[in-house]
């Protein structure tokens, strides 16, 4: 079985993150989607962070209509914080047998030196990025490790979970960035 996954913080989750797993469910025949909660996210301090089984809830009900999409908490299991390399020591126990598919999009190719056993991770999952309008590419010319990912062409999504909450915020709308079947749930959680 071909199993993409997709991690991160989902706070909250939005059409950008909907877009890159449809994408490339048809760009690789992915036979299943994971979307992966992280419990403590390790790069990211942010006081408007809802707790976790919140954001699991959210993403459950994001993904209701997408037969292929499944909501684990097998990134939310740990209270230390949450690294990508024992998620994927995790997802290798679980499907021994299948490919994995890193699922994410191209603002992480700069960063991933950052990460906690990056070239480990490099050797032991194919990452597959989604090419996003504002990444400056410039920055990558000096990278000697390009050749690991796997590109795929998405149509832009401008929207980021960063811009959902300022909106919120600043009582603007936010619809068309979040599936509607969460929206209300959205505004009303983040307005607390």
């Not at 890159?20 to 469910?25: G, K, N, V």
């Not at 299948?98 to 990056?118: A, K, M, R, S, V």
Request: proline fraction near 5%; hydrophobic fraction near 40%; charged fraction near 25%.
């Amino acid at each position: 079985m071909k199993i993409g996954f997709l991690g991160g913080s989902f706070n909250p989750i939005h059409t950008g993150h909907l877009a890159l797993a449809q994408t490339a469910t048809q760009a690789l025949e992915l036979d299943k989607v994971l979307f992966l909660p992280t419990g403590n996210h390790p790069l990211k301090k942010d006081n408007a962070f809802l707790p976790a089984e919140k954001r699991f809830q959210l993403v459950q009900k994001a993904i209701l209509s997408y037969p292929a999409f499944e909501a684990s908490k097998l990134d939310m299991e740990d209270t230390d914080l949450s690294y990508s390399a024992e998620l994927i020591k995790r997802l290798h126990k679980l499907y021994p047998e299948d490919e994995l598919y890193f699922l994410t999009g191209d603002d992480i190719i700069t960063e991933l030196p950052q990460w906690h056993n990056w070239e480990w991770l490099l050797q032991n999952v194919q990452f597959v990025v989604a090419k996003r309008p504002d990444t400056n590419r410039e920055k990558w010319q000096d990278l000697d490790y390009l050749e690991y990912f796997l590109f795929i062409d998405m149509k832009p999504q401008d929207v980021s979970s960063t811009e959902i909450r300022q909106k919120i915020k600043d009582n603007k709308s936010i619809s068309g960035l979040v599936p509607k079947i969460i929206e209300e749930e959205i505004v009303s959680l983040y307005t607390m």
